[in-house]
């Protein structure tokens, strides 16, 4: 069933859509018939779609539909409906692309950081978190949805244990994303005392990334995360960061083990893992509309 669909968005809609953007919305300087778009100082490649005008139909597929590349993999008798649970068209990744992107009367950065409850910002839009284990790749992937943002402070490092307070990341009025310190190795000593009552009690929290990563699996310490989201009641969703570093068959497995804890031991998970490199820059597009969705941004064209 996935195939048929994502053949069509490819070859019906999506490029025929993509060249319509290109020639109504773009004036661009072109050098030898190459198209040259520039792109703020986090930019990637790839920040945009429409920087993804010039790839190939096969890498733009698996660009923004990073599980395409691994379902070749699987066994017939897999069931793969909770896979493609979260299949927008390409005019909605494109809608939702807008809520990313800067500009006089949309403005996005970094607003405050709190080590307590008590010391949140109040704010009555909704708002998403992002929660992981130490050096799970977590500030790399926010700054990988927010890298067509100028100069936007989000610290990165290569020292696990970084994130110290709940960073809050004001996007307009539309939502807020919140990064919250690591769990796990180099955890803050009272990052039970941070982050349990902000889940309990945030009543504008619209959903919760938890972060594997996609390259060494479910760990204890993801398990017992897993565990409070479900204790706490609160919706929630899987997210494989690093997914450039796994091997394809080790991922897999690892995306199937994480599948078969979703069925028979989650409530308030979402059924489908997403997966993102914010090397590559897969998935990336597909998360942000996600966002943009569940945060009550932006209505379906086509799920």
Do not use: W
């Amino acid at each position: 069933m996935f195939y048929p669909m994502l053949e069509g968005l490819l070859s019906r809609t999506l490029h025929p859509m993509l060249e319509g953007l290109l020639s109504r919305t773009l004036h661009p300087k072109t050098r030898k018939g190459v198209l040259l778009i520039s792109t703020c100082r986090n930019s990637h490649k790839f920040s945009s779609v429409i920087d993804m005008a010039m790839v190939s139909e096969k890498k733009m597929g698996s660009l923004l539909f990073p599980f395409q590349g691994l379902e070749k993999y699987l066994m017939s008798g897999v069931n793969k409906s909770h896979f493609h649970a979260f299949l927008p068209s390409f005019e909605d990744i494109k809608s939702a692309e807008a809520f990313f992107t800067p500009s006089k009367r949309h403005s996005i950065d970094y607003y405050s950081s709190a080590v307590r409850m008590d010391h949140a910002p109040i704010i009555s839009e909704p708002e998403v978190c992002f929660i992981g284990r130490s050096n799970v790749g977590k500030s790399s992937l926010i700054k990988a949805l927010f890298s067509l943002v100028p100069d936007i402070e989000v610290r990165v490092s290569k020292t696990p244990g970084h994130t110290k307070k709940m960073n809050f990341f004001m996007v307009k009025k539309a939502f807020t994303l919140v990064d919250m310190p690591g769990y796990g190795f180099k955890a803050p000593k009272d990052f039970e005392d941070m982050v349990e009552p902000y889940l309990k009690t945030r009543k504008n929290l619209r959903r919760t990334f938890l972060l594997i990563d996609g390259s060494v699996g479910v760990q204890k310490a993801d398990r017992i995360a897993l565990d409070m989201c479900e204790e706490f009641g609160i919706p929630y969703v899987i997210v494989f960061t690093k997914i450039d570093k796994a091997k394809q068959g080790e991922l897999l497995r690892h995306i199937l083990e994480m599948q078969n804890i979703i069925e028979d031991h989650t409530t308030g998970c979402f059924p489908q893992p997403f997966l993102v490199s914010s090397v590559q820059f897969s998935g990336i597009h597909l998360l942000r509309c996600f966002i943009a969705h569940v945060t009550g941004n932006l209505s379906l064209r086509l799920t």
